[in-house]
């Protein structure tokens, strides 16, 4: 069974930092790319950046580019995402999720699996 669990999320005034991490299990991890979705209340479900099985292609959502990295150790397996540099409207249900294409899509409907979510608030 496909599980990912996400953790690292919390409260954080604006301009700190928080390391999300999604422990992955139930596949092979290092056959599969990885991202991370946000969900703000009222809006739609949006991908925020995606690495590919052998950490050598990212994508970033123009709203994160240069404050959010993504990076994954295919050993433990965890995939993570630093977020530097936060704003208040970073805040959101962030997720991680994969899908049995190795390709990354902008579209939540293309995934396969999901992670349960995790909270990220970013306020003064």
């Known amino acids: 069974e496909v599980q990912l669990v996400e953790s690292g999320g919390g409260l954080v005034q604006p301009g700190g930092s928080l390391r999300l991490s999604c422990a992955a299990s139930?596949?092979?991890?290092?056959?599969?790319?990885m991202s991370w979705f946000r969900q703000a209340p009222g809006k739609e479900r949006e991908e925020v950046s995606c690495?590919?099985?052998?950490?050598?292609?990212?994508y970033y959502a123009d709203s994160v580019k240069g404050r959010f990295t993504i990076f994954r150790d295919n050993a433990k397996p965890i995939v993570y995402l630093q977020m530097n540099s936060l704003k208040p409207e970073d805040t959101a249900v962030y997720y991680c999720?994969?899908?049995?294409?190795?390709?990354?899509?902008?579209?939540?409907?293309?995934?396969?699996?999901w992670g349960q979510g995790i909270q990220v608030t970013v306020s003064s």
């Open positions: 999720a994969t899908r049995d294409d190795p390709n990354c899509s902008d579209s939540e409907e293309d995934y396969d699996y």
């Open positions: 139930g596949f092979t991890f290092s056959h599969y790319y």
């Open positions: 690495i590919d099985s052998v950490d050598d292609y990212t």
